[in-house]
């Protein structure tokens, strides 16, 4: 009878227990199964968008490239941040050596178009406009303490690739001080405006880089077909931006610009016809991926791809 009643107290608590509490009590020295792995549906955060990062030209008389690396490396290490961005270096690209002239303007034409090439989404670039180092102190004494203020201006600028359209501007200044005491004979190395301009740049741009993942969703993801090959279609995009398998694709014809008829101002890139979905079967390479006709017709070469995402019911 103990036995018995000790079964029908034991039984329910065991139908009860979970797979982990099982493992748990029959093997303590053993870490409990692993939960079952998230779909590909769930574990997906969709495409990643490519942005290119080109360097700020400089239009001041100090620091030359010194300045303009210092922009690119803090902008791209924030868009490295990102985790729905992928950076793209203008070196990456062929022709890159004519994005601007003479280190003063940028060729917007030429940049967009091998941005849309290239499948890229977005583009930041920008200007470092001004840049003062003033200098004030005690001007007689053994020791001379100096002090310095550093003030940058920069235009910061994020463009969508696929309509060339302005998503962010921001004009930026930042200042710092630093105080410095000199000793006899001593001087200070040209080399140390640049370093003090450095740092009032980075405090510029703090405020516009940490915004940057939400600037981030204003931006689209658009792929492209690279090459069609009888009934296999080749993307520009696969597993490393975040394309998964099965995935459909709108397919577009190239856009067209739009202009304001009134004042001649062109307004952006207007879409092109939309051609079909495609699928996505297969990855190719580092990041490409295989697709066929899921219906529609008529697509080509170069032709724009975006995420198709089913409307919600």
């Known amino acids: ?15 009860l227990s979970s797979c982990a509490a099982w493992h748990e009590i ?3 020295d053993e870490p409990p199964p692993a939960p079952p792995s998230a779909t590909a549906s ?5 495409p990643k968008k490519r942005i290119l990062v080109l360097k700020f030209l400089n239009k001041t008389p100090l620091g030359a490239d010194l300045l303009s690396n210092e922009v690119d490396a803090l902008v791209r290490s924030a868009v490295q941040k990102c985790p729905e961005c992928v950076v793209v270096s203008e070196n990456e690209l062929d022709g890159h050596e004519n994005f601007s002239e003479n280190a003063a303007y940028y060729n917007y034409k030429t940049i967009f178009q091998k941005a849309r090439a290239y499948g890229i989404s977005a583009v930041v670039l920008g200007t470092i406009d001004d840049l003062t180092i003033e200098e004030k102190g005690d001007e007689i004494g053994i020791f ?3 002090f310095y203020t550093a003030r940058a201006i920069i235009k910061f600028r994020l463009y969508d690739a696929a309509t060339e359209r302005e998503l962010v501007t921001k004009v930026l200044t930042g200042m710092v ?3 410095r005491t000199r000793f006899p004979g001593e001087r200070a190395p040209g080399s140390e405006d640049a370093e003090r301009g450095k740092l009032a740049i980075a405090k510029a741009l703090e405020p516009v880089l940490a915004q ?3 600037y981030s969703h204003k931006i689209a993801w658009e792929g492209r077909i690279a090459k069609i090959d009888l009934h296999r279609y080749y993307i520009n995009a696969g597993e490393e931006t975040g394309i998964t398998l099965g995935q459909l694709l709108k397919v577009f014809g190239d856009g067209a610009p739009v202009t304001d008829a009134q ?3 062109v307004l952006g890139m207007a879409p092109g016809r939309f051609k079909g979905l495609l699928k996505v079967v297969d990855y190719l390479g580092k990041d490409g991926a295989v697709a066929v006709l899921h219906s529609g017709g ?5 032709d724009h791809v975006e995420v198709y995402s089913p409307p919600q019911r």
């Open 1 to 15: 009878m103990k036995i018995s009643f000790l079964l029908l107290m034991v039984f329910p608590w065991v139908l």
């Open 26 to 28: 029959f093997n303590p």
């Open 42 to 46: 769930e574990a997906s955060q969709g």
């Open 144 to 146: 001379r303490t100096r």
């Open 177 to 179: 001080n630093e105080e």
């Open 212 to 214: 940057f993942p939400e």
């Open 263 to 265: 004042t001649g101002t």
């Open 298 to 302: 008529g697509f080509r070469e170069q």
